[in-house]
């Protein structure tokens, strides 16, 4: 009964702990000779590339146009900006 009792309080503690604080984000944005530079944070991008290239490593192409390169056309088109041209094996 005491193991019952300790567990139902550890289990009341923990859930009331404060919630978890959200990732940062961040701008990154320079200028440089009269011209701004945004940087486009991928991280989630990658992060989700990554999980799901290891489930599927066959596709491992198609898996990456999909969230890094898709990610990263969504962004472009959203801010309107001018994407930096980057040699690429898959573009």
Do not use: R, W
Request: glycine fraction near 2%.
């Amino acid at each position: 009964m005491k193991s019952i009792y300790l567990l139902s309080a550890t289990l009341l503690l923990a859930s009331c702990s404060p919630a978890a604080e959200k990732p940062k984000t961040y701008d990154i944005s320079f200028t440089h000779e009269k011209q701004e530079i945004q940087i486009v944070p991928l991280y989630k991008a990658y992060d989700d590339y990554i999980q799901a290239a290891s489930k599927h490593p066959e596709d491992n192409e198609a898996l990456f146009k999909k969230y890094v390169l898709g990610a990263k056309n969504s962004v472009i088109k959203k801010e309107q900006l001018q994407a930096m041209p980057v040699p690429s094996l898959y573009e």
